[in-house]
């Protein structure tokens, strides 16, 4: 069957996609267009022309899996070129997402109606690329450039009613069975009139830019667009459909994206798209495999973790009851979490409406009775393994058969936290970040018994909460902390050699990560888990906290911090650090960037190995896609396994040689060893 059909209805030649899943513009669906496009133009008997898709969505874009490979004619721009050309107005239908070529198809048709629930948008640079096949000139031209300035540079899509609001859709079809009729009659409609159909290249808007407005825009997603350079690259085409006429516009659109989509920053968020995809697929999993329905969910612990939790819940309409063993704690908990609520309304991102709805569906206890009920239970307690396995023997007593029951533990042994329970099968580690409202990553840790279905459902979860789940197997810190220990191992050893924590962090920062170790501690406090009574002065931990630097909340930790919390590096901090370093007789040395970075980044790789050695990770991409999604490793790199393939297994392995004598208990994983000798990379 053809992924491009036609039929006429009336004097409309209806054109329909269905190349599922989401209508790709691959070669076959461009020729198919381009005959559509003849053949509306070469019959006396079509009048206009509406452009539509089967299945669950208008065109999602490009295909992705063509870039990088020979092109093959059409190209995408000809076939918008041809649509837009047409002597008859065409009208592009949409349901689902119009995104990237597939807002681009839409921007070449003269006019666009879409049911409410459709978003548009040109996620293009999300990809490491910008729009390619006219977007960064049409949009500016249809929407003005200070409505298209933000899609086409964040790849943030609009949702329907707010791309009517801004012209870039000229109807409104409520009800989706009825979109593809009120389209045709809509093309009938403007058929009938006498202009010439519209096209989005003439529009007087685009001239009532203000010059700032790029320069303002650049200065005010400075943060977050950092270190990404295809934002810049897609500002720069905008500003071209401002200075240039549409045809030099077009061409300079051309040069930028040819660059841009061999670049290694689109090879790498390529690779995270595609990963987080594969991330969700558990390969020895039946395709066919039951879900459990998870109507009520039970957290144990009303402290930052456990609310952060029930936030997920709460706002995707699932009732939480949360169980503390204090009344003072408890309302506490459940006061922050309403806080949270009411400053997100208050931002305008949710409604009153939706904070009632959530806070309705929450409910406090101080008895795990009232938790017999739920579907899934995580308890997020004190991180030790006797208080675990007494909380899991309670929940073994009091949940009901076939009822989940998970721990959010960081590091602690999964097996035998199960083990505690008479039901192994229905354990499993649910391991959250923190701020886990916020945080996308979820590792969900297997138990060696954990019942096939448990995870199964436990994936399912994790998409309707709208997190980026990765299975993980049994270890000491899973696949993230685990990696992150091999990191900090380095960093503490790097400040004793005689590198400053401020050089570290930088290293660190300059590389991409939002923060370094050393601010990461001060931000988290250096007296977590600090006994002051306790301490002897033997760590330099010890001796920070024993003088009152124990973090951004005492102005000092290993740095000194102004009122507005700017740091400064501590001299003080240097001595106490030259002081350990001077008792262990270990001589202190100046340390260039590149060795700091190699033994930071390298060590991660060779954990990254191992744990793919062990079968932690079901594979390299899972592990790229937990330090993305919980611990700020730059995107734009790809992950740490696929930044390894790009600098080169065997730089990796040569730098961790090179770098031996200072990390003497560093075991090279030997599939490492054995990709590098052969040539081979971790992904493909
Ligand atoms: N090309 C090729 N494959 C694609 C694709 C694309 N543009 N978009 C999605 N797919 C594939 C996915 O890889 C996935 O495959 P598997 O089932 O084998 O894993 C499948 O389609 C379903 O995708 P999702 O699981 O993501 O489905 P969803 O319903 O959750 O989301 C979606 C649908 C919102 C469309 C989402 O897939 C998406 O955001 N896609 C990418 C959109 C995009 O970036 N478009 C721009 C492309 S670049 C471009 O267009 C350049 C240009 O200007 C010339």
Redesign the pocket.
Known sequence: MSVISTRIQGDVLVVTADNP??N???AAVRQGLMDAMRQAASDDAVKAVVIRCDG??FF????????GKPPVSPS??EVIDAIENCPKPVVAAIH??A??????VALGCHYRVAVPSA?L????V??G?????G?TQRLPRVVGVEAALPMIVT?DPVPAKKAKAMGLLDALVEDEAGLEDAAIAFAQDVAGRSEHPVSSRRSDRIADTPPSAFDDFRKANARRLKGFEAPEACIQAVEAAVSQPYEEGIKTERVL?QKFVTGTQSKALRHV??A???A??IDDLPKDIEILPIRKVGIIGAGTMGGGIAMNFLSAGIPVTMVEMKQDALDRGMGIIRRNYDNTAKKGRITQQQVDTAMSNLTGSLDYADLADCDLVIEAVFELMDIKKQVFGKLDSIMKPGAILATNTSYLNVNEIAASTGRPEWVIGLHFFSPANVMRLLEIVRGDRTAPQVLATAMKLARTIGKVAVVSGVCHGFIGNRMLAARQKQANALLMEGAKPHQIDQVLLDFGFPMGPFQMADLAGLDLGWKEEESKGETIRDVLCERGRRGQKTGKGFYDYDEKRNRTPSDEVNAIVAGFAAKSGKAQRDIGDDEIRERLLFPMVNEGALILEEGIAQRASDIDMVWLNGYGWPAYTGGPMFWADIVGLSTVVAGLERHGDAMPDLTISSLLKDKAAKGERFNG
């Open positions: 899943p989401v790709a513009l691959g669950r969505t999602a874009g490009a295909d992705i899996t063509e870039f995408l721009p689902g997402t995104l990237g070529g597939g807002l681009e978003k948008g040109l996620p293009e999300k990809l690329i910008l729009p390619g096949a977007g790849g994206f798209f595609f987080e995809r594969a969700q697929k």
